[in-house]
């Protein structure tokens, strides 16, 4: 049999498992730092503060990922806006490695990893939520406790907006998601009649 060889192709799910891998690094390194000086509410903190600027800037986004932008120039602007933003030591010494490794673009992954580190140690379960409309505090807090008497342990609400789900949410936690979109109703809806006639 003829062995063929794929070149320049890389299967999306193992770009993603490599992100993964390489995020999955940092974030120990870094979260064993933070544990051992007592600082998880200030990565915490930080984290929150990160999130924030990669949703709501494109130009950060667009700095991670471009390959156009070199090395010292990725430096220097990573560090410039970890100063500006008050960035604990270990995150600036982190986002500067990344940057001399070409490793910026796991960002995002990092992020997540830390906080299910941090959610893991204060024995918390995160529960992403996607809503058509932005959650109040207060709907988010009996969303939490609602969660909560499911899973007995305090959840966290990672929130976001999608306004194409119309109405109602989805809810993804570990594993397990729960779909009360009016979106996903009317995708069944257009099944069984589809199915029907």
């Known amino acids: 049999m003829p062995c063929r060889h794929t070149i320049g192709r890389v299967d999306v799910s193992d770009s993603a498992s490599i992100s993964s891998g390489i995020a999955n690094r940092y974030a120990t390194a870094v979260f064993e730092i933070v544990k051992e000086a007592g600082a998880l509410p200030e990565l915490e903190a930080n984290l929150d503060d990160l999130s924030a600027a990669l949703s709501e800037s494109a130009d950060l986004r667009e700095l991670l990922v471009n390959p156009v932008y070199s ?3 990725q430096g220097a ?4 806006i970890a100063d500006k933003m008050g960035l604990m030591p270990a995150i600036k010494n982190v986002l500067s490695l990344m940057a001399s490794k070409r490793r ?4 995002p992954h990092m992020v997540s990893r830390l906080r299910e ?3 893991v140690e204060k024995g918390e379960v995160t529960a992403e939520v996607v809503s058509a409309t932005a959650l109040t ?3 988010a807090a009996q969303l939490a406790d609602t969660l909560k008497a499911k899973v007995g342990k305090d959840v966290k609400i990672s ?3 999608d306004e194409s789900l119309i109405g ?3 809810v993804k936690m570990g594993s397990k998601m729960i779909d009360t979109s009016i979106r996903a109703k009317l995708n069944s809806l257009q099944n069984a009649m589809k199915e029907v006639g």
Not at 77 to 80: F, G, Q, S, V, Y
Not at 104 to 107: D, G, I, K, P, Q
């Open 159 to 161: 929130a976001t907006v």
């Open 77 to 80: 602007a990573i560090a410039a």
């Open 71 to 73: 090395r010292d120039a």
């Open 137 to 139: 505090d207060a709907q």
């Open 104 to 107: 910026l673009f796991v960002v």
């Open 168 to 170: 109602g949410l989805v």
């Open 117 to 119: 580190m941090i959610a």
